[in-house]
């Protein structure tokens, strides 16, 4: 059953082949107009006599990014590091300033300690007002 | 760097700081460390100059803040004198202390007096024993107007 409906495709085939070839240039051409304009109606890609697909699918942006979404956040982060490092470098400083105001009065109080004049006369005004006397 | 006890520091530390041994734990870590630094710098002093120092510790560290800063004020500015000058100091501080009280008392409160003279308020001292100058004018809550120690 099988084979006999394969004979008959077989013969049909090349009968409509034989006859395809016998048409005219210009009936083909005007088959294959009203050929593509029935595949459009159908949404499909219509072939050219060429052979050729004349649909175009464009992809608008397909693959291409305007921004990766790891650039923002690399961005970001760039930015919290330099808030960081700024605060740490004020801390820094302000450190520094501690540290030398506290070596200046450290230093002071051995020169203080180790003058010639006792403590009483840096504190006496009585004193000091007794220096202004002498002072030009 | 911390707050060391009297126990924590170092033989040499403690040799250097002696005088200050009784009340070494009641002072603030700050002033701890300014004695430390002193006690490094100590050994490269000359004999005179340890001698002046270890005289003076105690008496130095008895202050309270606003004297000590009066006393650093006054320093400074005797500092920037010609070394002339400065030995002209050390004589008037020698003739000074031969003037009788009552010509001591009326030079402190001269200097009370006047605005702008040397000296902080709350800070002045009077060597005189037994005397106590007059408060000076604005002295700040809880500062010690008066010499805390007596002679």
Known sequence: ?136 | MGSPSWSQLSPSEKQVLAPLAPDWDNLDAQRKQKWRGLAQRYPKMSADEQQRIQGQMKSWAELTPQQRQAAREQYKSLRQLPPEKKDEVRQKWQEYQTLPPEQKRELAARSAATPGAPGAPGASRSTAPGTNAPPATTAPAGSAGDTKRSR
Request: glycine letters at 12%; hydrophobic letters at 40%.
């Open chain 1, 1 to 136: 059953m099988i084979r006999d409906q394969h004979e008959f495709a077989k013969k049909l085939t090349a009968y409509l082949d034989n006859g395809a070839a016998q048409l005219k240039a210009g009936t083909v051409y005007r088959l294959s107009q009203a050929r593509g304009k029935a595949l459009a109606a159908l949404g499909q890609p219509a072939w050219t006599s060429e052979g050729r697909a004349a649909q175009v699918h464009a992809y608008a942006g397909a693959g291409r990014g305007t921004a990766s979404p790891g650039g923002g956040l690399r961005k970001g982060a760039w930015l919290w590091l330099g808030v960081v490092l700024m605060a740490a470098a004020g801390f820094g400083y302000q450190q520094w300033q501690v540290y030398q105001q506290t070596r200046e009065i450290e230093e002071l109080d051995v020169q203080i300690l180790s003058s010639d004049l006792p403590i009483d006369a840096y504190l006496d005004r009585g004193f000091q007002t007794w220096l202004t006397r002498f002072q030009p």
